[in-house]
């Protein structure tokens, strides 16, 4: 099974700051139709999971443009540029490229 | 609007089986792989099993290998989980999501209690 790596747990971050959250595969994640299917999540407290980012870089609809999605290979990367207040919340990775898909443990954000 | 509703959740003893529903619209169903996730009280999100498009192929976490069951309905655009032998460390809340997690459902909380 392909474990997925985040890092850090926990990021306390002031208001209007940048933050960056790292997730790392132990293996490839490139599908035979040469997509990478790493996503990101956004919980926020006491609400169902939303996907913020799609194979690596792909924002969905309606999320703000202060949250971008990098990486290749096994290292991947969601930042976000300025962070707000609804920004609250644990972010997970996700591979979708092999099954049993796999989550990363989830980084939690919260404000200084 | 692509929507999710999960239903069937509850309290059960220990060994006792529950089956999960998750109906679906705003999307064509038939043509999309479907994944169930869990979370348990306090924890990370969990992977726990999925089903291609057609219901050919299906996938279970090791956790739940041997004791859930996958399957789908494309006629009645519905994905289910069959879940036996439960245990005490299956209570979460389960999720209905698209395979890629576009889309998730509000959740079903499973309680296995004595």
């Known amino acids: 099974d392909v474990v997925m790596t985040q890092s850090p747990l926990s990021l306390p971050v002031t208001l209007g700051q940048p933050a960056s959250i790292s997730c790392r595969s132990s293996q490839g994640l490139v599908y035979s139709d040469g997509n990478t299917y790493l996503n990101w999540f956004q919980q926020r407290p006491g609400q169902s999971p939303r996907r913020l980012i799609y194979?690596?870089?792909n924002r969905d609809s309606g999320v703000p443009d202060r949250f971008s999605g990098s990486g290749s290979g096994t290292d991947f990367t969601l930042k976000i540029s300025r962070v707000e207040a609804e920004d609250v919340g644990v972010y997970y990775c996700?591979?979708?490229?092999?099954?049993?898909?796999?989550f990363g443990g989830g980084t939690k954000v919260e404000i200084k | 609007e692509v929507q999710l509703l999960e239903s069937g959740g509850g309290l059960v003893q220990p060994g006792g089986s529950l089956r999960l529903s998750c109906a679906a619209s705003g999307f064509t169903f038939s043509s999309y792989a479907m994944s169930w996730v869990r979370q348990a009280p306090g924890k990370g999100l969990e992977w726990v099993s999925g089903?291609?498009?057609?219901?050919?192929?299906?996938y279970y976490a090791d956790s739940v290998k041997g004791r859930f069951t996958i399957s789908r309905d494309n006629s009645k655009n519905t994905l289910y989980l069959q879940m036996n032998s439960l245990r005490a460390e299956d209570t979460a809340i389960y999720y209905c999501s698209l395979k890629q997690g576009g889309s998730w459902g509000q959740g079903t909380l499973v309680t296995v209690s004595s």
């Open positions: 089903i291609s498009s057609s219901g050919d192929n299906t």
């Open positions: 194979k690596v870089s």
């Open positions: 996700m591979q979708g490229t092999h099954w049993p898909l796999t």
